[in-house]
C-alpha cells in the first residue's frame, strides 16, 4: 500500500502501485490547483484595475491623446483580456473535479485556445511596434508628427489586432497541434498530435517570442546609439542654443525618460516570457530532459511546481506589471494618475460655486 506523502516518507514511494502512484500524483496536483487559484485570481484583480486605469486616464487626459499613446492602450486593451476574460476562465477549469474537466465542452476549450493566443500575441506585437515607434520618434523628431498621425497609428494598431485574430483563430482549429500559448487546453480538448504539436510551438516561438525579442532588442540598441550621439552633440554645444534648440532639447530629454520605462517593459516582458518558451522548446525538441516516468515524489514535486506553477504562470505576471512601470517611470502617466484620484476624492460640495461676499446693485438711474 502507497504511504501518504509528507516530509519524513518522500523517498517510500517505490512502495507504491501504479494506481496508487497516479492517485497520489493527482491530490497533488489538486492542491496545486487550489494554491493556482488564488494566485490567478490576485493577479485577475490587478491586472484588470491596473490597465482599466491606464485606459481611464488616457481616455480623460488631453496630454494622453496622442498616436504613441495608443499603442499603450492597445497593449493595455490586450492585458484586460487577459484580467477579464482568460484568467477567470482558468479559474473556472481549476475548480471543476478531474471527471468535469476531462468532460468540459470543447466549443469552450477552443474559445480558451483562441482567446489565450489573441491577447498575448496583440500584447507581444505592441511591444515590438512600440520600440519601433520609438526608434523614428528619437530618430527623426521633426519629421515624427507628420509620419506618425492618429489615422495612421490606429491602422496600425488594426493591423495588429488583425494579425493576432488570424493567428489565434488558426490556432483555434482542432488540427494546428495547438493547446493555447500558455497551454489552457491541456487535458480537456482530446488528443492531440505531437508532431503538430511540435510544428506549431516551435512555429510560435520563433514568431511570438525570438523575431520580436530581435526586433526589440535591435531598436533599443539602435536607440541607445542615436542618444549617445545626441547626448554628445549636447554636451559639445553643437546643437546651438536658440529658443527651438532648447525646446528640441527638452523634449529629447522626456524621450529618454520614456525610453527609459519602455525598456524595463521589455526587460520585464523577456523575464516573463523567457523561461516558458526555453521550457516549450526544450520539451518538444528534447523530451529526455524531463523525466516523466520517475518514481520519486520529490522529483516529480519540484517538476511540477516549476512547469505547471511558475514557468507557466510567469507570462500572466506580465500582464499585471506594464501599468505598474507607467505608474512609477512615466512622468505623464504619473501625473494623470494623480489627477485621477484628486477627481476621485474630490467631494461634490468642494465644486459648487462659492456666493460673492457682496451683491453689488445697479446704480439707481437719475433724471
Given at each position: 500500500?502507497?504511504?501518504?506523502?509528507?516530509?519524513?516518507?518522500?523517498?517510500?514511494?517505490?512502495?507504491?502501485?501504479?494506481?496508487?502512484?497516479?492517485?497520489?500524483?493527482?491530490?497533488?496536483?489538486?492542491?496545486?490547483?487550489?494554491?493556482?487559484?488564488?494566485?490567478?485570481?490576485?493577479?485577475?484583480?490587478?491586472?484588470?484595475?491596473?490597465?482599466?486605469?491606464?485606459?481611464?486616464?488616457?481616455?480623460?487626459?488631453?496630454?494622453?491623446?496622442?498616436?504613441?499613446?495608443?499603442?499603450?492602450?492597445?497593449?493595455?486593451?490586450?492585458?484586460?483580456?487577459?484580467?477579464?476574460?482568460?484568467?477567470?476562465?482558468?479559474?473556472?477549469?481549476?475548480?471543476?473535479?478531474?471527471?468535469?474537466?476531462?468532460?468540459?465542452?470543447?466549443?469552450?476549450?477552443?474559445?480558451?485556445?483562441w482567446l489565450d493566443t489573441c491577447a498575448l500575441a496583440a500584447?507581444?506585437?505592441?511591444?515590438?511596434?512600440?520600440?519601433?515607434?520609438?526608434?523614428?520618434?528619437?530618430?527623426?523628431?521633426?519629421?515624427?508628427?507628420?509620419?506618425?498621425?492618429?489615422?495612421?497609428?490606429?491602422?496600425?494598431?488594426?493591423?495588429?489586432?488583425?494579425?493576432?485574430?488570424?493567428?489565434?483563430?488558426?490556432?483555434?482549429?482542432?488540427?494546428?497541434?495547438?493547446?493555447?500559448?500558455?497551454?489552457?487546453?491541456?487535458?480537456?480538448?482530446?488528443?492531440?498530435?505531437?508532431?503538430a504539436m511540435k510544428n506549431f510551438y516551435t512555429f510560435l516561438?520563433?514568431?511570438?517570442?525570438?523575431?520580436?525579442?530581435?526586433?526589440?532588442?535591435?531598436?533599443?540598441?539602435?536607440?541607445?546609439?542615436?542618444?549617445?550621439?545626441?547626448?554628445?552633440?549636447?554636451?559639445?554645444?553643437?546643437?546651438?542654443?536658440?529658443?527651438?534648440?532648447?525646446?528640441?532639447?527638452?523634449?529629447?530629454?522626456?524621450?529618454?525618460?520614456?525610453?527609459?520605462?519602455?525598456?524595463?517593459?521589455?526587460?520585464?516582458?523577456?523575464?516573463?516570457?523567457?523561461?516558458?518558451?526555453?521550457?516549450?522548446?526544450?520539451?518538444?525538441?528534447?523530451?529526455?530532459?524531463?523525466?516523466?516516468?520517475?518514481?520519486?515524489?520529490?522529483?516529480?514535486?519540484?517538476?511540477?511546481?516549476?512547469?505547471?506553477?511558475?514557468?507557466?504562470?510567469?507570462?500572466?505576471?506580465?500582464?499585471?506589471?506594464?501599468?505598474?512601470?507607467?505608474?512609477?517611470?512615466?512622468?505623464?502617466?504619473?501625473?494623470?494618475?494623480?489627477?485621477?484620484?484628486?477627481?476621485?476624492?474630490?467631494?461634490?460640495?468642494?465644486?459648487?460655486?462659492?456666493?460673492?461676499?457682496?451683491?453689488?446693485?445697479?446704480?439707481?438711474?437719475?433724471?
Amino acid at each position: 500500500m502507497c504511504p501518504m506523502y509528507n516530509h519524513t516518507n518522500l523517498a517510500r514511494t517505490d512502495l507504491c502501485t501504479d494506481s496508487d502512484w497516479k492517485k497520489l500524483i493527482r491530490v497533488f496536483q489538486e492542491q496545486l490547483f487550489s494554491a493556482e487559484k488564488i494566485v490567478l485570481i490576485i493577479f485577475a484583480v490587478s491586472t484588470i484595475l491596473g490597465n482599466a486605469l491606464v485606459l481611464v486616464v488616457t481616455w480623460r487626459e488631453r496630454s494622453l491623446h496622442q498616436p504613441n499613446k495608443y499603442f499603450i492602450v492597445c497593449l493595455a486593451v490586450s492585458d484586460l483580456l487577459v484580467g477579464m476574460i482568460l484568467e477567470p476562465l482558468r479559474v473556472y477549469q481549476l475548480s471543476l473535479d478531474y471527471e468535469s474537466r476531462l468532460t468540459i465542452s470543447v466549443h469552450l476549450c477552443r474559445f480558451l485556445v483562441w482567446l489565450d493566443t489573441c491577447a498575448l500575441a496583440a500584447s507581444i506585437y505592441s511591444l515590438t511596434f512600440i520600440s519601433f515607434d520609438r526608434f523614428i520618434k528619437i530618430k527623426k523628431p521633426l519629421q515624427y508628427r507628420s509620419r506618425m498621425t492618429t489615422s495612421k497609428s490606429l491602422k496600425i494598431i488594426f493591423i495588429i489586432w488583425l494579425i493576432s485574430t488570424a493567428f489565434a483563430t488558426y490556432a483555434a482549429t482542432p488540427h494546428s497541434g495547438s493547446r493555447g500559448i500558455l497551454l489552457t487546453s491541456v487535458g480537456f480538448c482530446g488528443h492531440i498530435d505531437k508532431k503538430a504539436m511540435k510544428n506549431f510551438y516551435t512555429f510560435l516561438a520563433v514568431t511570438a517570442f525570438i523575431l520580436p525579442t530581435l526586433v526589440i532588442v535591435v531598436m533599443y540598441a539602435l536607440i541607445f546609439v542615436v542618444v549617445h550621439k545626441r547626448q554628445k552633440m549636447l554636451r559639445n554645444g553643437e546643437l546651438g542654443q536658440t529658443c527651438n534648440d532648447r525646446n528640441q532639447r527638452n523634449a529629447f530629454l522626456q524621450d529618454l525618460k520614456i525610453i527609459r520605462m519602455l525598456v524595463v517593459v521589455v526587460g520585464v516582458f523577456i523575464l516573463c516570457w523567457g523561461p516558458y518558451f526555453i521550457y516549450i522548446m526544450l520539451y518538444h525538441h528534447d523530451p529526455n530532459l524531463i523525466d516523466w516516468d520517475s518514481r520519486s515524489f520529490r522529483y516529480s514535486w519540484r517538476r511540477i511546481i516549476i512547469t505547471d506553477l511558475v514557468i507557466t504562470r510567469l507570462p500572466y505576471l506580465n500582464s499585471l506589471c506594464n501599468p505598474i512601470i507607467y505608474a512609477c517611470l512615466d512622468q505623464t502617466y504619473r501625473e494623470a494618475f494623480k489627477n485621477l484620484f484628486q477627481r476621485m476624492m474630490c467631494r461634490p460640495s468642494s465644486r459648487r460655486r462659492e456666493l460673492p461676499a457682496t451683491i453689488e446693485l445697479p446704480p439707481l438711474r437719475t433724471r
